[in-house]
Nanobody, 116 residues
Framework: QVQLVESGGGLAQAGGSLRLSCAASGSIFSIRVMGWYRQAPGKQRELVASISRGGISNYADSVKGRFTISRDNGENTADLQMNNLKPDDTAVYYC??????????WGQGTQVTVSS
């Protein structure tokens, strides 16, 4: 079992920045990939960014060049730095951990609201 606790988020103006942090506990040795997903009202949950244990990252086209995911394997954290925010980035953001047997665990979600 893996537990994920998110922090950060909140309200920002368009063009501003926010940072999300996710702390993992439990069977952390089994985590293969950590990522951030988001779900806007009326839309499906979508991948924002992910990062492997070895540091290989992947981004949704809509956030490339604006968001940066980082991971600290020693601290068992995965952060998402969000710059140049847009109103379309408004959503609930969820931390995700995929384990070596590809089980998925989710955080409780944190709201990000970007005003124009």
């Amino acid at each position: 079992q893996v537990q994920l606790v998110e922090s950060g988020g909140g309200l920002a103006q368009a063009g501003g920045s926010l940072r999300l942090s996710c702390a993992a506990s439990g069977s952390i040795f089994s985590i293969r990939v950590m990522g951030w997903y988001r779900q806007a009202p009326g839309k499906q949950r979508e991948l924002v960014a992910s990062i492997s244990r070895g540091g290989i990252s992947n981004y949704a086209d809509s956030v490339k060049g604006r968001f940066t995911i980082s991971r600290d394997n020693g601290e068992n954290t995965a952060d998402l730095q969000m710059n140049n925010l847009k109103p379309d980035d408004t959503a609930v953001y969820y931390c995700n951990a995929a384990t070596t047997n590809w089980s998925h665990y989710w955080g409780q979600g944190t709201q990000v609201t970007v005003s124009s």
